[in-house]
């Protein structure tokens, strides 16, 4: 059974800083495209930063560019987001997720195949 396990949530002042980690389990971590995305309340899912299976193609959505990073750790299954120079915009439920398409970046919820249980993001003015 496919696992993804967010964690590194929690509550910053804007400006500040967190990095949320991302377990898979094995079998899918290693073939897929992972990506991050969130929702905040009354909003519509959306994209945050995807990375390729290799580690070699990453995307961000534009709001996010140049303050996060998506990285990957195989030897831990482990796929990071540091934020930094957080914004009250960025308050939102953040998801994991992980794609078997065969494209290099899937941005798109509806090609995602899992995702994890959320974890909260909240930044205070």
């Known amino acids: 059974q496919v696992q993804l396990v967010e964690s590194g949530g929690g509550l910053v002042q804007a400006g500040g800083s967190l990095r949320l980690s991302c377990a898979a389990s094995r079998r899918i971590f290693s073939n897929s495209i992972m990506g991050w995305f969130r929702q905040a309340p009354g909003k519509e899912r959306e994209f945050v930063a995807a990375?390729?299976?290799?580690?070699?193609?990453?995307l961000y959505a534009d709001s996010v560019k140049g303050r996060f990073t998506i990285s990957k750790d195989n030897a831990k299954n482990t796929v990071y987001l540091q934020m930094n120079s957080l914004k009250p915009d960025d308050t939102a439920v953040y998801y994991c997720?992980?794609?078997?398409?065969?494209?290099?970046?899937?941005?798109?919820?509806?090609?995602?195949?899992?995702w994890g249980q959320g974890t909260q993001v909240t930044v205070s003015s």
């Open positions: 997720a992980a794609s078997t398409s065969r494209r290099t970046i899937v941005v798109v919820t509806g090609l995602y195949d899992y």
């Open positions: 990375i390729s299976w290799n580690g070699g193609s990453t």
